[in-house]
């Protein structure tokens, strides 16, 4: 190749520039059908983003739901927790205070809020329900 381009004069602004590529020519029937491949490609990866991304917003918005729902059953699993257990009618105090501490079950660990929620905001004021009191 470079005696070829040596020999045309092309560097003294005389002759044709003659490039033999013998061997790597591609006809334009392949050049159309490699075309169409990579055409068919990116519409494949196209669509495989979108589902990907539409995976992605469908479940965070599932996460939040979840959260939302943990939220609501501490408040509820806190609300039980206050109302008096109904007292037996045939047992002894200390039998029904020694029943009610085994049936009691233990105290949540504290409740932490993700920062990556979009919900975030809305959830920081209810942050501190979800705190341990100190004993």
Not at 44 to 62: P, V
Not at 96 to 120: D, G, M, N, V
Request: glycine residues 4%; hydrophobic residues 30%.
């Amino acid at each position: 190749m470079i005696a070829n381009f040596a020999e045309s004069g092309f560097k003294e602004g005389q002759g044709e520039f003659k490039l033999n590529v013998s061997g790597n020519e591609i006809t334009i029937p392949e050049y159309d059908e490699l075309e169409e491949d990579l055409q068919l490609k990116r519409k494949q990866l196209n669509h495989e983003r979108r589902a990907f991304t539409e995976s992605l917003i469908r479940l965070g918005r599932d996460r939040d739901q979840l959260l939302t729902e943990r939220i609501e059953f501490e408040r509820e699993k806190r609300a039980w927790k206050a109302l008096h257990p109904t007292p037996g009618s045939r047992k002894s105090r200390a039998n029904r205070f020694s029943t009610f501490l085994a049936e009691t079950p233990t105290p949540p660990q504290k409740f932490s809020i993700l920062s990556e929620s979009p919900l975030t905001p809305f959830l920081e004021q209810f942050k501190s329900d979800f705190e341990l009191p100190k004993y």
